[in-house]
């Protein structure tokens, strides 16, 4: 079992920076990929980021290459997804996710068997 809660979010201008945490508790986070996944009303869950147990990063979406890096600390059992350069488009709830499953697709929010509550990312124009 894998417990995640995120924090970091809040309200920010455009071309501001916040960077968000996932805490993770749980013996198998440790080889665990963990996901950035972002919703906004109206719309479908979005895939972020995504990092691998080792720390190998998996390919951005073009919505926020350049402005978003996802990273690791295993010894805080935490992942960070900083982001950079905000536009009010990237408003929305950001969730981290987690599977130990070895092959999985990153960017398919079903590959993930835990979630963690969300955290709001409001960017103001």
């Known amino acids: 079992q894998v417990q995640l809660v995120e924090s970091g979010g809040g309200l920010v201008q455009a071309g501001g920076s916040l960077r968000l945490s996932c805490v993770a508790s749980?013996?198998?986070?440790?080889?665990?990929?963990v996901g950035w996944f972002r919703q906004s009303p109206g719309k479908e869950r979005e895939f972020v980021a995504a990092?691998?147990?080792?720390?190998?990063?998996?390919d951005y979406p073009d919505a926020v290459k350049g402005r978003f890096t996802v990273s690791k600390d295993n010894a805080k059992n935490t992942v960070y997804l900083q982001m950079d350069s905000l536009k009010p488009e990237d408003t929305a709830i950001y969730y981290c996710?987690?599977?130990?499953?070895?092959?999985?697709?990153?960017?398919?929010?079903?590959?993930?068997?835990?979630w963690g509550q969300g955290t709001q990312v409001t960017v103001s124009s």
């Open positions: 749980g013996r198998a986070f440790l080889r665990s990929s």
């Open positions: 996710a987690a599977t130990s499953r070895v092959v999985f697709s990153a960017t398919d929010y079903t590959s993930y068997d835990y």
């Open positions: 990092i691998n147990w080792i720390g190998g990063r998996f």
